[in-house]
């Protein structure tokens, strides 16, 4: 067996531990009773450890340096170099630095459930500071070893190629012309009459419409479910992936949405080429990608106009309330585009969201690259929210810079790959229009040429390509944020 | 770390793995879409080849022999023999006649699924030759290791300490009975006015139905859950256990009874000593105690009079239906006390049960020890069949030596079990009757004193005694199918 045979096979071993991994953590998500919880914790941790052993044992750099170049494929070039990164993210942070990340950001992130509640910083920040300290050394370790700042290495775990420098153009860019555009926004909203949702729409009646809306999706259930959980997400694997929602008796709106969204996560994994099925080749291309594909779902589709018109009908039928005027097409419509300055990230729209990026991604870079000091969070935090949407969160902890659960557990680099997401979104959607009448598509129903663009130059070539070059053979360019601002200037103003 | 706290530590390792095994499994029966099956069973089959692998770890011959007996507790004592009891039946078969094995019993039951139906012997014999054929290697290989005949040798994997002799002896004094008493049931039956289900009974309200049910056996919800699946079964870890059945929308009675069946296993599970999680001394004691407590349930609790009231009460509010004679107390007592003669051992009421059982023992206890060959098991089927129901099989092999599908993988010496169960189950509560009072205890709703009774005797005890040590301290004796004639006496004379 060659040394790229023996690293294939390693692979994919590795892949069957993290399959089980995957549906034990579906599992405990959507399934699992409160006393589970101890039990699987263990089983879970064992998987890790189990599959961290694997993924750096000494063999593997004997077979990546034995494995003879010349004698491979392209296609076998991109699967080597991505288990070669896969290894170097694995073996890259010494296992007692992993250790006691892991142990400073299961505290930080338990006890800031309770603080964030309690509006407690000065409790928080004492956590925080260890988790800060460790990500900055994970950060100093990966930059000395991958050549790039602190916080660009950090950002390479899950956007790589990605580096501050392009998205502090990217994100300037935005910056110069998303405030103004929300005021217009905001303005031209003032004169729509919207009717907000008062009835009651049961979880059982929401999910069979969120099934039918899957089936309008073309999400393929012989290889995937949709089931309930706290939180919504897209688990399981590309042969099996299972989606989430979390059904509000009182409003539709919100789980309908996060079904089309978790939609487009999963018609990615499902569309994973299967040559490469179990390799890390074969798997999507970052987080950022990920998202692109639930936002075009989410924003490019099922925010538009012919596609709220089914929404409407499908709506209307299910909850047999066909002269109910919240279900009406402009209302929908309307409840599906309306803008609103808020303090909380989850619950922005379309529009103000990136403000909500850019700031995070400002603050965690200076914090990472040791411009700031964690205990200046909550400053920058105020001013960034007033100068982006204009309102303050002096004092305001648990709307403010405790928001959100990332930073508890030292997921720094993250936040970036939404907003990446919803641009490369706008980006295929404009290179997509050359060649797909996507309006005629939606309204005709099947879907499929729309989707066949996606498989084509998205979801069949996994990470088979560096993101720029992606990005650049779907839509000849890398990304450019013009296509995000005309999307947003063309639905908001 | 002292050699015996290396193996406890091993095998809770092990066990880990085997959590993850475990929902796997269950989630394959109960969620999973079909397309999701092939990297399942892939996923599936890496852990149980990891799992064997830390089961023959060399290091464990050392850990076994190095441990200072004398410095062990009484359980420490217990643990250690059922850690080198899992490890022996590991190591005692070499690894390719297990591969061996789990090729050809896959070949043979996957074209069992479909030759079944056809009724074709023929077909079937060629497939099974050589299951039967790897199943004696087998035996032939622990025989020498335990110094048991072949078949005891494959009994001890599901049933330790219990050997043909005793069941022979048990067996031989049930046949002088039971033919006479069904007989006399079915005479006493035709007097009987019955009324079957006829209606429609919604799976949804079945479910809720089972869930109060539940609730009345004290299912602890906390660590458990009801699902679907096409078989019903027990599954999921001890923590978390996850009982499945299946509805059938034009009869009500079997899916519950199910329930009332499974609950049995699952409060085993649950009831298993925290203290020994995770070890081999911690696990249920055998197939045949397990079947105790699930035949304890169903039969001495499930079908009693003063349960079925309760089932009565429950069932007419449930389907709304108080005036519906088929839910009457009298009406559902006789249907879950009905005795027919019928060629299906899993269709089969408690009174013809052991009939199934004992011809199926006799049969493969045989063809085990070469007294037999496996071309004669359909003839002696009939033979047997028809002195024991009065019914033949001649050229009907679907309904006769191919019904079941222990067979077809090797499963020889799970048979006993279910009637072992089912004598055990009778012993208790004739035990039970002399401090509790259990029809108060039923009739009351408050069915605590029963549970306490069972978790003091066989819940609490998991493993840390030999089964007869553990049914002598339960009862006062080793079975005795005296017990379990007197209970279907009483019940159906």
């Given at each position: 067996m060659s040394d790229y045979d023996k690293l294939t096979a390693h692979y994919q071993t590795i892949n069957r531990f993290a399959h089980a991994q995957s549906m034990l953590g579906w599992d405990a998500a959507a399934n699992m009773p409160s006393g589970g919880n101890d039990a699987r914790g263990d089983a879970m941790a064992e998987l890790s450890v189990h599959i961290h052993r694997l993924s750096t044992q000494p063999q593997l750099a004997d077979w990546f340096s034995g494995v003879e170049q010349a004698a491979l494929t392209t296609e076998q070039k991109a699967s080597l170099r991505e288990m070669k990164r896969s290894w170097q993210h694995a073996t890259l942070v010494p296992e007692d630095l992993v250790q006691a990340q892991s142990v400073a950001g299961s505290k930080c992130e338990h006890a800031w459930r309770t603080q964030r509640q309690e509006n407690d910083w000065v409790g928080f920040e004492k956590n925080w500071k260890e988790v800060v300290t460790l990500?900055?050394?994970?950060?100093?370790?990966?930059?000395?070893?991958?050549?790039?700042?602190?916080?660009?290495?950090?950002?390479?775990?899950?956007?790589?190629?990605?580096?501050?420098?392009?998205?502090?153009?990217?994100?300037?860019?935005?910056?110069?012309?998303?405030?103004?555009?929300i005021e217009k926004a905001l303005d031209k909203q003032k004169s729509s009459n919207i009717i907000m949702p008062s009835g009651t729409y049961p979880a059982e009646t929401q999910k069979a419409l969120g099934l039918e809306v899957m089936k309008l999706l073309k999400f393929d259930f012989d290889h995937g479910r949709l089931d309930q959980s706290v939180h919504p997400f897209c688990g399981g694997v590309p042969t099996d992936v299972r989606i989430t929602t979390r059904y509000d008796e009182q409003d539709f709106v919100q789980a309908l949405m996060g079904i089309v969204h978790e939609t487009g996560h999963a018609r990615y994994e499902q569309g994973l080429p299967k040559a490469y099925a179990g390799l890390p080749v074969g798997e999507a291309r970052s987080m950022g990608i990920h998202e692109s594909q639930s936002l075009f779902f989410e924003m490019q589709v099922g925010r538009s106009k012919p596609f709220v018109s089914h929404l409407s009908r499908l709506s209307k039928d299910a909850f047999n309330a066909h002269q109910d005027p919240v279900f009406a097409e402009e209302n929908l419509s309307q409840l599906y585009t309306r803008v609103e300055k808020g303090f909380i990230r989850v619950d922005a729209d379309e529009l103000t969201y990136p403000a909500h990026v850019i700031l995070r991604y400002e603050i965690e870079r200076d914090l990472i690259n040791g411009v700031i000091e964690h205990t200046d969070v909550p400053e920058l935090w105020d001013e960034k929210m007033k100068a982006a949407l204009g309102i303050s969160t002096k004092g305001n902890y648990k709307n403010g810079c405790m928001q959100d659960i990332h930073w508890t557990d030292g997921a720094f680099g993250y936040f970036p790959s939404y907003t990446l997401g919803a641009m490369y979104a706008a980006q295929y959607k404009a290179k997509m229009t050359q060649t797909v009448d996507i309006d005629a598509a939606i309204q005709s129903g099947d879907l499929s040429p729309i989707f066949q663009w996606l498989s084509d130059n998205i979801w069949s070539q996994a990470s088979l390509h560096t993101t720029d070059e992606l990005v650049t053979r779907a839509t000849g360019e890398v990304l450019n944020a013009a296509h995000f601002r005309k999307h947003l200037e063309q639905r908001y103003l």
């Open positions: 990500s900055r050394e994970e950060a100093k370790i990966r930059s000395e070893a991958l050549g790039l700042t602190p916080y660009d290495a950090m950002l390479d775990k899950f956007e790589p190629g990605t580096s501050s420098e392009s998205l502090n153009t990217l994100f300037s860019d935005v910056k110069t012309w998303l405030p103004e555009l």
